[in-house]
Each structure stands twice: as C-alpha cells, then as structure tokens.
C-alpha cells in the first residue's frame, strides 16, 4: 500500500503541473466570479440563480477535469513507456493502478475543494449584502459539493476501467457518453418498467442496472429549490456515498484483473 501511495503522490504533483487541468480549474473559478454579476432580480431569485449556476459550473468543471485525467493515465504511462520502469521495480500492477486511482481522486478533490471553498465564501458574502428573509447557511453548500465529488470519484473509476481496453479518444466519448446515459437514470426505469415489448424493456433494465446511476447525484435540487425537500437527509447522503465507493470499487476489482491480462 505504501507504493500505491507514493504513486498517487507523484500522480497528483504530475497532474497539478497540467496546464489543461489548471486551465479548467481557473475557468471555473472566473465563471463563478462572473455569476455574481447578477443584480436585477429580487433577493431571493438572484441567491437562487447564483447557487445553481455555482454547482452547475464546478460539476461542469469537475467532469472535464476528470474525464480528461483519468483517460490518460494508464496510456500516457504506456507511450512514454516511463510504465516498464515503474513495472521493473518491486511494484505490482494493482499497486500501480490503485496509485493512479488515488492520485486521481487527490487531485479532483483538491480542484473540487478549492472552488468550492470560494464559491462558499462568495456565496456568503453576496447572501450578506442580499439580505433575504429566510437565508441559508452556506456551509450547506458543501454537502451538495460532496455528492458533485462522490459522483466524480465514480466517474474516475469508469474512465480509468475503459482505459485498459482503449484509447483516450475513444474512451473520452465512451466515458462521456456513459455519463450522460447515467444522469438518465430515473428515465431508463420509467421506460424498463412501461415499454411494451419485453426486448425493450429488458435492454432498458440491463442499462439501468449496468451503467452507473449518475443522477442519484443530484443533490442541486433542494438547494436550487428550497420548496424540494429530501425526506432524510443523512439517508441521501450516506446512500449514495456508499453507492459510489462499492461501485467504483467494482470497477477497478475489474480494472486490476484485465490489466494483469494486459500485455504493455
């Protein structure tokens, strides 16, 4: 364990040194600035804007960011061939891979947690100035923050799965697209459950069941809309915690297994 962890450390200080990653991250961070820019509506509307405009723009972010690490780990490794001297030393392949999985996941929480920690305090500084009747603690904030980086941690996880077995290109949009079908979740169900032909509603449950669930995720909701409520909160969170760990956990158990397989 003390290799993998020595792997993801220098994962992250590769990773921090991208300009593409520092890129995203700055974009994010101006474009959270620029939703403050909001000043005609009433209090109320504009503290709303604001909050789902924030967490929209640092899971917009968080997506790119992650999708573009992950793919190119293991490849990048491979055509610079810098993996057969990792491999030569007294290094395992899952140890290999498990470091680049949580240099992944170091990496994506401290952009995850450095716009969030601003986008809290802008958050609080423009409530303040707002002066709503019934604010709200914008430490609250980070709970949804939480679900945006769990649902990365996944999204980590399935990127890094695909690409034992393809390219960056490929596995850009075979992970985006996987995304997008996971956010969609609620609607695979609906049409499992109400499709006529069995065919159909087996692909459809098959999806449901196979693809992650990227829209448990979305904690925006009650935030956005104070009239939405989560009938236990602490059920919520601690749910789809659990579902993302024991799921990307799946995931690299099979990572690990074809990537032993794997002639590099």
């Known amino acids: 364990m003390n290799v993998a962890l020595v792997i993801a450390r220098n994962t992250i200080s590769e990773a921090l040194r991208r300009k593409v990653l520092n890129a ?3 974009v994010g961070v101006a474009v959270i600035v620029l939703t403050f820019a909001f000043g005609q509506f009433q209090a109320r509307q504009d503290l709303t804007i604001v909050k789902g405009m924030g967490l929209g723009i640092i899971s917009l972010a968080g997506i790119l ?4 690490l992950s793919i190119n780990l293991i490849p990048n490794e491979i055509e ?3 993996i057969y001297t990792i491999l030569s030393k007294p290094v395992r392949r899952y140890e290999f891979l498990i470091g680049k999985y949580l240099g992944a996941l170091g990496t994506l929480l401290l952009n995850i947690l450095a716009m969030s920690v601003f986008f809290v305090i802008a958050f609080a500084i423009k409530q303040a100035l707002a002066g709503p009747e019934n604010p709200i603690n914008p430490l609250s904030l980070f709970k949804a923050t939480l679900m945006i980086y769990m649902q990365l941690l996944l999204l ?3 990127a890094i799965f695909l690409s034992v077995f393809t390219t960056p290109l490929v596995n850009f949009f075979l992970s985006f697209s996987l995304f997008i079908v996971g956010n969609l979740s609620s609607f695979t169900q609906d049409l499992a459950k109400n499709g006529a032909n069995p065919i159909v509603k087996g692909f459809f449950l098959a999806v449901h069941y196979i693809v992650p669930n990227f829209g448990n995720f979305q904690y925006v909701n009650p935030l ?3 009239e939405v409520q989560v009938k236990s909160e602490f059920l ?3 749910q789809n915690v659990i579902y993302a760990l024991v799921y990307a956990a ?3 158990i099979l990572a690990i297994l074809a990537f032993d397989r794997r002639e590099v």
Not at 65 to 68: G, M
């Open 250 to 252: 799946v995931l690299m």
């Open 224 to 226: 956005v809309n104070p």
């Open 24 to 26: 995203f991250l700055m």
């Open 80 to 82: 610079r061939r810098t």
């Open 236 to 238: 919520f969170l601690s």
């Open 156 to 158: 980590s996880s399935l």
């Open 65 to 68: 960011i992650t999708i573009i």
